[in-house]
T-cell receptor, first 114, second 114 residues
C-alpha cells in the first residue's frame, strides 16, 4: 500500500496547456516536497511546503499544501517541453522515536509535446 | 551536478552473484540515503545513515546490507541476486537529519541481473 498516491499516473499534453498533478494521502504529513526527475538522472527538489494551506510559486509552477496537510497539488501554467519528466511528491514518515524516513509518491510522468 | 557521486553507473551480473554499489555524498553532508527505483514499485526507501550510524530502515531485504564509513561514503551490498533485483539504485545525501532539508541525489547505478 502506497502512503502517497499521485494522479494522474501519466499525462501527455501540448505545449502551452495547463495541468495539475495531485498527491494524496490518508495520513497527515509535517511537510511535503516535490521533486522532478529527468531520464538518466536522479530526482531534483523543486519545493518544500510545511504549513497547511500554504501556496508557493516557482515561475510557472504553483504548489499547494492542503489545509489538513494530507494532500498537495502542483499546477503548471503554459507547459513547455522542458517541463517533461517524472514528478514525485515526498514526505517524512515516522519509523520510531524521532526518526523519519522520506517516502516518495507513486509519481506522475509528464510529457509535453512541442 | 548534485555533488553526489555513485559508482558504477551500470552493472550487469548473473543471478546468485553479489555486487557492491558505492556512494560519495556531497562534501560535508552527514546523512546518506539509499533508494531503489523500479517501474512497478516506484522509488522505494531502503536505508538511511547519519554520520556512520544506521538511522532508519525501509523495505530492505535481508540479502542487502549497507554501511557508512568514517569518511562518510557509503556502500550498498546486494547478495544472492535475483532477477527482481534489477533496478536503478539511488544514493542521496542531506546536510543534517532534518525532515525538510533538500535531498541531493546521485545519477544512480543501474543494475541488471540476468
Amino acid at each position: 500500500t502506497q502512503l502517497l498516491e499521485q494522479s494522474p499516473q501519466f499525462l501527455s499534453i501540448q505545449e502551452g496547456e495547463n495541468l495539475t498533478v495531485y498527491c494524496n494521502s490518508s495520513s497527515v504529513f509535517s511537510s511535503l516536497q516535490w521533486y522532478r526527475q529527468e531520464p538518466g538522472e536522479g530526482p531534483v527538489l523543486l519545493v518544500t511546503v510545511v504549513t497547511g494551506g500554504e501556496v508557493k510559486k516557482l515561475k510557472r509552477l504553483t504548489f499547494q499544501f492542503g489545509d489538513a496537510r494530507k494532500d498537495s497539488s502542483l499546477h503548471i501554467t503554459a507547459a513547455q517541453p522542458g517541463d517533461t519528466g517524472l514528478y514525485l511528491c515526498a514526505g517524512p514518515k515516522r519509523v520510531g522515536g524521532a526518526t523519519n524516513k522520506l517516502i516518495f509518491g507513486t509519481g506522475t510522468l509528464l510529457a509535453v509535446q512541442p | 551536478d548534485s555533488g553526489v557521486t555513485q559508482t558504477p553507473k551500470h552493472l550487469i551480473t548473473a543471478t546468485g552473484q553479489r555486487v557492491t554499489l558505492r556512494c560519495s555524498p556531497r562534501s560535508g553532508d552527514l546523512s546518506v540515503y539509499w533508494y531503489q527505483q523500479s517501474l512497478d514499485q516506484g522509488l522505494q526507501f531502503l536505508i538511511q545513515y547519519y554520520n556512520g550510524e544506521e538511522r532508519a530502515k525501509g523495505n530492505i531485504l535481508e540479502r542487502f546490507s549497507a554501511q557508512q564509513f568514517p569518511d562518510l561514503h557509503s556502500e550498498l551490498n546486494l547478495s544472492s541476486l535475483e532477477l527482481g533485483d534489477s533496478a536503478l539504485y539511488f544514493c542521496a545525501s542531506r546536510a543534517g537529519g532534518s525532515d525538510t532539508g533538500e535531498l541531493f541525489f546521485g545519477e544512480g547505478s543501474r543494475l541488471t541481473v540476468l
